[in-house]
C-alpha cells in the first residue's frame, strides 16, 4: 500500500526552526519526484519547494527562497523540508506529494499522484 506520512509541525515563535518530514511505504521516494505543498484558511495549496527524481535538482517558491531546503535521505525513504527564520505567513498546512510520472521539477498540485495527510504549522507569538 502506497503510503506518504508527514511529520514536524507545531506551534514556532517567529524567527524559529522546524523541519518537516515526510516518509514514504510501499513505495521509493528517490525515483520519484517529491514536492511540499501547503494550504493556509481560504487560500488554495501552493507549491513551496520540490525535489526531482532525475538529478535532485529543487525549486522554491519565492517566498521560502533562502529560508527553505528541501532535501532526501534515501536510506530512510524520507523526505525532509527544513524551515528556518519562520515568519507568520507561513501559517498553513503542509503537505507532501509524489509525482510518480515526472522526472523534473514540478510545481502544479493536479500532477501529483500520492499526498499525506498534512501537518500543520503555526508561527505565533
Known amino acids: 500500500q502506497v503510503q506518504l506520512v508527514e511529520s514536524g509541525g507545531g506551534l514556532v515563535q517567529p524567527g524559529g526552526s522546524l523541519r518537516l518530514s515526510c516518509s514514504g511505504s510501499?513505495?521509493?521516494?528517490?525515483?520519484?519526484?517529491i514536492g511540499w505543498f501547503r494550504q493556509a484558511p481560504g487560500k488554495e495549496r501552493g507549491v513551496v519547494a520540490c525535489i526531482s527524481s532525475s538529478d535532485s535538482s529543487t525549486y522554491y517558491a519565492d517566498s521560502v527562497k533562502g529560508r527553505f531546503t528541501i532535501s532526501r535521505d534515501n536510506a530512510k525513504n524520507t523526505v525532509y523540508l527544513q524551515m528556518n527564520r519562520l515568519k507568520p505567513e507561513d501559517t498553513a498546512v503542509y503537505y507532501c506529494g509524489a509525482d510518480i510520472e515526472a522526472m523534473g521539477i514540478t510545481m502544479i498540485s493536479e500532477e501529483y499522484t500520492y499526498w499525506g495527510q498534512g501537518t500543520q504549522v503555526t508561527v505565533s507569538s
Open positions: 510501499g513505495f521509493t521516494l528517490e525515483y520519484n519526484t
